[in-house]
């Protein structure tokens, strides 16, 4: 008899807890097989960023699933058009607005030439032992790198389509090599400075800062340099190449055609977020 006492209570307290799990009051969570858990394991959400698989870079922001990494920009060509020359006294019918004096300029150099310009900066900039990375794509920005969750994407670019609809088509020119360093102090770049142009690039700014304020979102710089980043190393040597760039500068305004300037045709912006671009044509 002393056995069974127990055992009913035992079998009350099973009988009791079942009977509230069906009424809501419990929730029962049950493991999930090995089998099931071997097929998702838990670092697919979150990946080990390693950043010697990325050339040294490193993240700016953590990843997380649904996040896309997004900016706006103006894509660059140098090989648009044939080679062509202006001297000084032709150019301000061109472009009247220049900033910059210099002797000659070439516009549009084809993408060899401006491919060998580049390969002599470089190897002076890599002079001190820093491994310089040519830029994949030339661009120049017109936003910071920003979060946006997935469903954000179409009402963002839709904004952004709103808001340049009266913007017009521009040329500008780029000519003066200054180094840049990221917010985060991990990577150096050398650009090629904005000389011209300025005016219609702050308009588009603004138009890009109003869909970020809508998205609550950071926006651009409040005085920018715009710029086209032409190569870029790990780390911040931005204290280590004054001397150097002098040395740059030289090569670009002694080139054996004139002084090298970079030609942007502002025909359309880009906005790249994750891996999907969409295109935002100027008007003519």
């Known amino acids: 008899?002393?056995?069974?006492?127990?055992?009913?209570?035992?079998?009350?307290?099973?009988?009791?807890?079942?009977?509230?799990?069906?009424l809501g009051c419990v929730s029962i969570r049950l493991p999930l097989p090995g089998c099931?858990?071997?097929?998702?394991?838990?670092d697919v959400s979150s990946p080990t960023e390693d950043?010697?698989?990325h050339g040294g870079r490193v993240r700016s922001f953590k990843h997380e699933r649904g996040s896309w990494a997004t900016y706006v920009y103006l894509p660059c060509k140098t090989d648009t058009l044939p080679l062509m020359n202006q001297s000084i006294d032709q150019l301000p019918n061109v472009l009247p607005n220049l900033d910059y004096s210099p002797?000659?300029?070439?516009?549009d150099h084809p993408e060899e030439e401006f491919g060998e310009l580049l390969e002599e900066l470089l190897s002076?900039?890599?002079?001190?032992?820093?491994v310089w990375t040519p830029q994949e794509e030339l661009h120049l920005s017109l936003s910071q790198t920003v979060v946006l969750r997935h469903h954000w994407i179409q009402p963002f670019n839709r904004s952004l389509r709103a808001g340049l609809v009266h913007c017009k088509r521009f040329v500008c020119l780029a000519g003066r090599l200054r180094i840049y360093c990221n917010d985060e102090r991990t990577r150096t770049f050398l650009g090629m400075e904005v000389c011209t142009g300025h005016a219609p690039l702050l308009d588009l700014v603004q138009a890009v800062d109003r869909t970020m304020k809508e998205f609550r979102l950071e926006t651009f710089y409040k005085?920018?340099?715009?710029?086209?980043?032409?190569?870029?190393?790990?780390?911040?040597l931005t204290g280590q190449m004054g001397e150097c760039l002098?040395?740059?500068?030289?090569?670009?305004?002694?080139?054996?055609?004139?002084?090298?300037?970079?030609?942007?045709?502002?025909v359309e912006l880009?906005?790249?977020t994750g891996n999907k671009t969409f295109r935002f044509p100027l008007e003519p």
Do not use: I, Y
């Not at 099931?36 to 838990?42: G, Q, T």
């Not at 002797?103 to 516009?107: A, E, M, S, Y």
């Not at 005085?223 to 911040?236: I, T, Y």
């Open 1 to 22: 008899m002393n056995n069974v006492q127990p055992l009913m209570v035992n079998l009350f307290k099973l009988v009791t807890l079942k009977d509230h799990a069906l």
């Open 36 to 42: 099931l858990l071997d097929m998702f394991p838990e």
């Open 51 to 53: 950043s010697s698989l």
């Open 103 to 107: 002797r000659v300029c070439t516009l």
């Open 124 to 130: 002076l900039a890599g002079a001190g032992g820093a």
């Open 223 to 236: 005085e920018p340099s715009f710029h086209v980043s032409l190569a870029w190393c790990v780390g911040d």
């Open 246 to 266: 002098q040395g740059m500068q030289r090569v670009v305004d002694d080139h054996e055609e004139g002084p090298f300037l970079l030609r942007l045709d502002c």
């Open 270 to 272: 880009r906005c790249r």
